[in-house]
């Protein structure tokens, strides 16, 4: 391995800001439990996840197809933070619409970026009103493009470009498991198909295992057993069901995590090793963390998608948290997921 290794972006930029994005580092695990897992840190993006990738990417890709002075995108996490970043440096009007429960930290980075933010009521994802309808009408203007992350097959194609071929670059050819977190699966489907195939020019194999939550159907529908309610407050794992940007066929085998475990991974892992990172983050290296203890020979990246700074108020909150578990799943957040997940299944 050789973690320092450097990777060329497919989307080379002089922006000095947008130059940041990618070339994570990859690092050892912090830990003492194992010495055979590293961490691949999409933390290190301007915003502070991989999503950033996704949106230099998709907006390189649409303006080398068109003009546009408006981009319009319907989310309540990380990639709308990301987008308006993005919009932010390359001079493009940002309107996101989000519902009224998107959490405070996570409208904070949209706003900072300069974007309009569209807090939209919490009704049926039928209704005119609703967020992503919202988006929708406003995508019809003249001059605005709209991201689409759940349908836009650019959004694992950018991964399948960069972040994985990034990943071999410093893991290739020892690596033999990749572990992340699956939401619009992006990043996952994305990066498994290109160590894939990095991995069989090199003669050798690269076992991927997509993580999902425990009350999430992205499993369900990878093995055809049968669905279950969704509800995690896990903020960008899982989903009701299997998107476009979901590519199974690069997939081995997905594991399950339930919400205690993603928030008591996360929060261990700051407290014990010096690490904050989100509570997908926490499912990862839960998984990741049990493949490198079953096999000592196994060299396991398991990806970082986010910090652990925006759930400061949720992960790292004792009030919050025990409420959490008290009431079972639900927090605002929550509910923010479970809105954008129901526009996703329209
Ligand atoms: C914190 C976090 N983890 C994991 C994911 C899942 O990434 P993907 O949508 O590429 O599957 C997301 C996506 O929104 C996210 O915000």
Redesign the pocket.
């Known amino acids: 391995m050789d973690l320092t290794a450097a990777f060329p972006s497919p989307f080379p930029t002089d922006d000095p800001v947008l130059g940041l994005i990618g070339n994570t580092p990859m690092i050892p695990y912090p830990g003492t439990e194992v010495d055979n897992l590293f961490c691949k840190l999409e933390t290190e993006n301007p915003t502070r996840?991989?999503?950033d990738r996704v949106a230099l990417g998709i907006l390189s890709e649409a303006l080398a197809d068109g003009d546009y002075d408006r981009v319009v995108e319907a989310s309540s996490?990380?990639?709308a933070g990301a987008v308006a970043l993005v919009c932010n440096r390359m001079g493009i009007d940002c309107t996101v619409t989000c519902p009224a429960t998107t959490s405070g930290q996570k409208i904070g980075y949209m706003r900072a970026y300069g974007a309009t933010v569209r807090l939209c009521p919490a009704v049926d994802a039928d209704h005119p009103d609703h967020y992503r309808a919202t988006a929708r009408r406003l995508a019809e203007e003249d001059g605005t493009f709209m991201i689409d992350?759940y349908r836009n097959l650019s959004?694992p194609g950018v991964?399948y470009r960069w972040t994985g071929r990034e990943m071999w670059s410093q893991a290739g050819p020892d690596m033999t498991h990749l572990v992340c977190?699956?939401?619009?699966?992006?990043?996952?489907s994305g990066s498994a198909r290109a160590v894939k195939e990095q991995a069989a020019e090199a003669g050798t194999t690269v076992t991927t295992v997509g993580v999902d939550a425990t009350h999430s159907n992205i499993s369900t529908a990878f093995y055809g057993t049968d669905p279950v309610p969704y509800d995690t407050a896990v903020?960008?794992?899982g989903k009701g069901h299997e998107l476009p940007t979901m590519w199974f066929d690069d997939i081995d085998t997905m594991r399950d995590v339930d919400d205690d475990r993603a928030f008591d991974t996360a929060r261990r892992s700051a407290e014990e090793h010096g690490f904050l990172i989100?509570p997908?983050?926490g499912a990862a290296l839960a998984v990741g963390l049990d493949i490198a203890q079953d096999d000592p020979d196994a060299r396991v990246v398991v990806v970082i998608?986010?910090g652990g700074e925006q759930y400061f108020d949720t992960l790292f909150a004792p009030e919050t948290d025990a409420a959490r578990r008290e009431n079972g799943q639900a927090t605002n957040s929550v509910s923010a997921d479970a809105d954008e997940e129901a526009a996703a299944a329209e």
């Open positions: 996840s991989m999503k996490g990380n990639t992350q959004n991964h977190a699956m939401g619009t699966g992006g990043i996952m903020e960008g794992l989100g997908s983050a998608c986010d």
